[in-house]
């Protein structure tokens, strides 16, 4: 084998690495009006082993210049470990204005792999989210969900690809 031959083949393997690191999700959002937040007790639980997420969040070009909406995340993983932040917004500092991206740093339980995302949009503007990364801090890995809809207010809505144990995990809490 000859140089050449071992430079493409770790100029390869190195890109395989690197587009694993970074998973795309690209199929649609869905209402999941069952999803339910863990009782703050659970998740006091499971703040013992507490994580570093970065919350990337592109605000569609479709979107109303700016919104008053209230937002919500939720995201987890397959296991019942969920991060649950009940506000993001905040008007009065520009938050999710039409074609912008904000960035916000998590605390949450540690996970095994970010695998769901849901938004809760409450409000009249209508505010339209394009993308949200996730970026685990800790195990260094990234996952970016494509929403580029809007999305109803007053329902959970986004992705699950955790298979059935979360939808079985988040029926089973109740309700803050």
């Given at each position: 084998?000859?140089?050449?031959?071992?430079?493409?083949?770790?100029?390869?393997?190195?890109?395989?690495?690197?587009?694993?690191?970074?998973?795309?999700?690209?199929?649609?959002?869905?209402?999941?009006?069952?999803?339910?937040?863990?009782?703050?007790?659970?998740?006091?639980?499971?703040?013992?082993?507490?994580?570093?997420?970065?919350?990337?969040i592109t605000t569609s070009c479709?979107?109303?210049?700016?919104?008053?909406?209230?937002?919500?995340?939720?995201?987890?993983?397959?296991?019942?470990?969920?991060?649950?932040?009940?506000?993001?917004?905040?008007?009065?500092?520009?938050?999710?204005?039409?074609?912008?991206?904000?960035?916000?740093?998590?605390?949450?339980?540690?996970?095994?792999?970010?695998?769901?995302?849901?938004?809760?949009?409450?409000?009249?503007?209508?505010?339209?989210?394009?993308?949200?990364?996730?970026?685990?801090?800790?195990?260094?890995?990234?996952?970016?969900?494509?929403?580029?809809?809007?999305?109803?207010?007053?329902?959970?809505?986004?992705?699950?690809?955790?298979?059935?144990?979360?939808?079985?995990?988040?029926?089973?809490?109740?309700?803050?």
């Amino acid at each position: 084998m000859g140089l050449t031959s071992a430079i493409i083949i770790f100029s390869l393997s190195l890109n395989l690495f690197i587009t694993s690191l970074a998973e795309p999700v690209n199929p649609h959002p869905q209402e999941f009006p069952s999803f339910k937040i863990q009782k703050p007790q659970d998740l006091k639980q499971a703040f013992a082993r507490a994580c570093s997420y970065m919350v990337r969040i592109t605000t569609s070009c479709s979107s109303p210049r700016y919104t008053r909406d209230y937002v919500s995340i939720s995201f987890g993983d397959a296991y019942g470990n969920q991060v649950y932040v009940p506000r993001l917004d905040d008007p009065s500092s520009g938050t999710f204005e039409r074609c912008s991206t904000d960035t916000f740093k998590v605390q949450g339980p540690c996970g095994y792999g970010v695998c769901y995302v849901y938004l809760y949009r409450s409000g009249y503007d209508g505010w339209i989210p394009d993308s949200v990364t996730i970026s685990d801090l800790n195990y260094r890995k990234t996952i970016t969900f494509y929403y580029r809809v809007p999305i109803p207010a007053g329902v959970w809505y986004g992705f699950n690809h955790c298979g059935g144990y979360v939808t079985a995990a988040a029926n089973a809490t109740e309700v803050i």
